[in-house]
């Protein structure tokens, strides 16, 4: 390829990725309409957002004063937690961590039958509760059986029916055991405690447990974040949504009860007579515009789409998550190698072309390299893909980098966007509007935490498309502590309310 061509090729490649002013906005409308028919239509379908009812009705104030278990499982490890709640927003937590054995994940765990997965999670939950119980400073416990109520935040697709209750809808983020597909989580999960706990002589499990709360990672930091800013707070901010971004992406938010027309008429009843207004949505909003009516599609976007475990699922967080954006780079790198405008790697260092062999981690530091020459670029691109390249194709990789981000972060923003102009936050005749009001949304996860520019990006996205500066200022993005396991936690004590 010729300077001028190859020129020009990373241009478009750049351009591709680009979303303008026009493009933010019809995103935005979309993505309400989406919305909207989501609250009124079965979860499954690939139309609209799923917009999962989680029951969680109320969201804590920071004063709440108890002692909870929690586990958390992600998209690669698995965490036990027993959270003492100070009541003044502040908490401890005791927690035990496992990375998820690869005989679960993807292809080796695909046949497996169904409590097998659930009795490795039991196992490593009772033995947690039985070593908290046992160094338990109040030894009185241990002479009667105690309950303990858990919160179980389980960050995969799920059709909540209950607080405690929630069939599987697919699995995301690596995991493909096909046989839990369409079953009860909870239930799978108490089964095997039950098993566990059954499987030996009360002596030495002298205790109970009830996972009484499903709830999904963005749910939990909603939570997280709501106990957390609200008390003793000087300013006046509202916890509006949740967001999660790291290996996924998603948001949850607090909706109007009304508004929720898919609940069954004996759910509505039911919630109804707990005299409350409004419900936290799991929006599932990395499953926006499955059927690609709007969303901008690359040629590296259908490859990545492609080799992912739900192809045609999750597309918007595909373009993302720190779990694709690595991909959607070594998928341009190996188009630019195939076009030869980069050298091939010698041989014996072929992982540029192994999937997934790009860690986001390394989009990151290219994003920001600012040594001469972009030095640490060529380090860090020898290192994880065994690739060489000139000061001028650094640039050019650079430029690209920067795209990819930039586009992740725009996207974020129109989800933002729609459920704040939804709510009717910023529109001075709705109820909702509050002259004063920060509008705060708490986040989560390795990319919106760690990734270099990340909010800033997003709050240009915000500014760019249908909020506009106006509406962009009164957004305040917080990092939400712990979300995943306190929010789980803090969803066990809406159980009792
Ligand atoms: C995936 C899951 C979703 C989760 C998100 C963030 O999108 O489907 O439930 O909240 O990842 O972890």
């Not at 750049?14 to 009124?40: H, Q, V, W």
């Not at 709510?423 to 989560?444: M, N």
Request: negative net charge; proline residues 4%.
């Amino acid at each position: 390829m010729s300077t001028s061509a190859a020129n020009e090729y990373v241009q478009s490649i750049i351009k591709s990725f680009e979303i303008d002013a026009p493009l933010l906005k019809r995103l935005t409308s979309k993505y309400i309409e989406s919305m909207e028919n989501g609250l009124s239509h079965s979860s499954g379908g690939k139309s609209h957002l799923p917009m999962i009812p989680t029951f969680i009705t109320s969201l804590p104030n920071g004063t709440e004063k108890t002692d909870i278990l929690a586990c958390d499982l992600g998209g690669t490890s698995f965490r036990c937690l027993y959270i003492k709640l100070q009541g003044n927003s502040k908490f401890t937590t005791e927690m035990k961590k496992w990375e998820i054995p690869s005989d679960y994940l993807a292809e080796e765990g695909r046949d497996l039958p169904e409590n097998a997965f659930f009795d490795y999670l039991a196992n490593k939950i009772v033995n947690f509760v039985q070593y908290h119980n046992s160094n338990d400073e109040n030894q009185e416990l241990l002479t009667t059986k105690k309950n303990f109520n858990l919160g179980f935040t389980f960050s995969y697709p799920v059709e909540q029916t209950a607080l405690n209750a929630g069939n599987l809808i697919r699995w995301t983020k690596g995991f493909e055991i096909t046989s839990v597909v369409g079953k009860d989580i909870v239930e799978l999960l108490q089964k095997s405690i039950d098993s566990k706990l059954s499987s030996v002589p009360e002596e030495k499990y002298p205790f109970t447990i009830s996972c009484v709360a499903l709830c999904n990672d963005t749910t939990g930091t909603l939570l997280s974040g709501a106990y957390t800013s609200t008390y003793d707070s000087q300013d006046i901010v509202d916890p509006i949504m949740s967001i999660i971004c790291g290996t996924g992406f998603n948001i949850a938010y607090m909706e109007d009860l009304k508004s929720c027309t898919k609940l069954t008429a004996e759910q509505m009843e039911f919630i109804s007579s707990k005299s409350v207004t409004e419900m936290c949505i799991n929006t599932e909003s990395g499953s926006f515009d499955n059927e690609l009516s709007v969303l901008p599609v690359t040629p590296y976007d259908k490859i990545v789409d492609e080799e992912s475990t739900n192809p045609g699922y999750h597309l918007f967080e595909k373009r993302i998550s720190g779990m694709f954006l690595g991909e959607i780079l070594r998928l341009v790198i190996v188009d630019l190698i195939d076009k030869q405008f980069l050298l091939e790697p010698k041989p014996s260092k072929k992982q540029y072309r192994h999937k997934f062999s790009l860690k986001t981690e390394v989009l990151s530091h290219i994003e920001i390299d600012d040594s001469k020459d972009l030095k640490q670029t060529e380090l860090y691109l020898i290192e994880s893909l065994g690739l060489r390249t000139t000061t001028e194709q650094r640039h050019f990789l650079q430029q690209i980098t920067r795209a990819i981000s930039r586009r992740s972060a725009y996207l974020v923003s129109v989800a933002i966007s729609a459920i704040i102009i939804k709510s009717g936050r910023l529109d001075p005749k709705s109820p909702k509007y509050k002259y004063h009001q920060e509008l705060e949304v708490c986040c989560d996860g390795s990319v919106v935490q760690y990734y270099p520019g990340f909010k800033s990006m997003i709050r240009h996205g915000l500014s760019l498309g249908s909020l506009g500066h106006e509406g962009e200022r009164r957004v305040h993005i917080s990092m939400a502590l712990d979300g995943s396991g306190l929010g789980a936690g803090l969803a066990a004590l809406t159980a009792s309310k």
